[in-house]
C-alpha cells in the first residue's frame, strides 16, 4: 500500500503560481506511476497530469498544458504540480494518486488516492 500526503494549495490571485507537493510512504514509491486530479466545486474529478514510475513519460489534461509541469523524485518519495498562470476554473481540490501502470496516463486506474489540497483562484 501507498499513503500519499498533499501539500501546498492556497489562495492565489488569476495569473499567479502554486506548487502543489505529493509525499509518498508505505511502499515502493518508484513502482508506481503518479497522478495528479482536479475536482472543482460541485463536478467530477478529472485528470490533470502524470508521470510513469521512471520520470519518462508525462500526459497533461488539454487544460493544462504549457502552464502546469508535473515532476517526481524516486529518492525523496515526491511528485510535485507546478501550476502557472492560474485562472479561476482552476480552483478546487487537488489529488495526488498512484498507480501500477508504471506508464501512468489518464485512462488507467489510479488504486490509491491522497486527502487533498485546496486550490482557490478568485474572480
Known amino acids: 500500500q501507498v499513503q500519499l500526503v498533499e501539500s501546498g494549495g492556497g489562495l492565489v490571485q488569476a495569473g499567479g503560481s502554486l506548487r502543489l507537493s505529493c509525499a509518498a510512504s508505505?511502499?515502493?514509491?518508484?513502482?508506481?506511476?503518479m497522478g495528479w486530479f482536479h475536482q472543482a466545486p460541485g463536478k467530477e474529478r478529472k485528470f490533470v497530469a502524470s508521470?510513469?514510475?521512471?520520470?519518462?513519460?508525462?500526459e497533461y489534461a488539454d487544460a493544462v498544458k504549457g502552464r502546469f509541469t508535473i515532476s517526481r523524485d524516486n529518492a525523496k518519495n515526491t511528485v510535485d504540480l507546478q501550476m502557472n498562470s492560474l485562472n479561476p476554473d482552476d480552483t478546487g481540490g487537488y489529488y495526488c494518486?498512484?498507480?501500477?501502470?508504471?506508464?501512468?496516463?489518464?485512462?488507467?486506474?489510479?488504486?490509491?488516492w491522497g486527502q487533498g489540497t485546496q486550490v482557490t483562484v478568485p474572480s
Open positions: 494518486a498512484a498507480s501500477r501502470w508504471l506508464s501512468g496516463g489518464s485512462k488507467v486506474r489510479y488504486d490509491y
Open positions: 508505505g511502499s515502493t514509491f518508484s513502482t508506481y506511476a
Open positions: 508521470i510513469s514510475w521512471d520520470g519518462g513519460r508525462t
